[in-house]
């Protein structure tokens, strides 16, 4: 599935509990192998970005995701494989222009 039938998603992961910079890799990892294992499954999904929120203390909070896929089905099957929360997903909307 080609990138232009893929559509723009972005996904809030609000951690219940704060987690480190090691665990946040961990998670990265989990999420790679969920999404090869949808691919190897003909599911078209794929990570394009991700923003990281953090706390005073340096903790993570949450992340915000940005993914390209076939439905929002196939995002939330992702996090359910990766143990990812899943906090709310939406369609990407144009980007504002800035200073």
Not at 24 to 45: F, Q, T
């Amino acid at each position: 599935m080609s990138d232009d039938e893929l559509t723009d998603f972005l996904i809030l992961r609000d951690l219940d509990e704060p987690i480190t910079d090691d665990e946040l890799a961990a998670a990265g990892d989990a999420s790679g192998e969920a999404l090869k294992a949808l691919r190897d499954e003909g599911v078209g999904i794929r990570w394009v970005d991700s923003e990281v929120l953090k706390n005073d203390d340096g903790d993570v909070t949450g992340t915000f995701c940005h993914y390209k896929a076939e439905d929002e089905a196939a995002v939330r099957e992702h996090g359910e494989r990766a143990g990812l929360p899943v906090t709310r997903v939406d369609r990407r909307g144009d980007p504002l222009e800035g200073e």
